[in-house]
């Protein structure tokens, strides 16, 4: 196995704090959504999570799309991921939808599903949390 790039980030303060990658390219403050009582109007965990998983598995998409000679027309990939409590037990679940207007739905359906199975953030939730995958042409 060989390493192609590591990124290391800080938290201080946890969900009410800050972060900082060590290469100082990615500096903000961390809040607490609304939704959980907090002060809002900051980036937190799961919006982090579902920006870089978005952007991982749309650059999967493409590489699929490319490797079978599909064109891929202008199109968008959204992640959405959700804090879910059961009890004491917190766990995360999400969805990837996958936008290309005026694509076959079928066509679309296999690039996604493909993409899914080979994007490292995929792989790295799979059986960890449940995620959806849908389209919309």
Known sequence: METLYTATVSNVGGRDGDVKSLDGILEMDIKRPLEMHGEGGAANPEMLFAAAYSSCYNGALMAVAKRREIILPEHAVEVSISLNQDGNNMFLSGKIVVKAPGMNHEQLQQLADTAHA????????????????????
């Open 118 to 137: 080979v994007c490292p953030y995929s792989k790295a939730v799979k059986g960890n949390m449940d995620m959806k995958v849908q389209v919309l042409v």
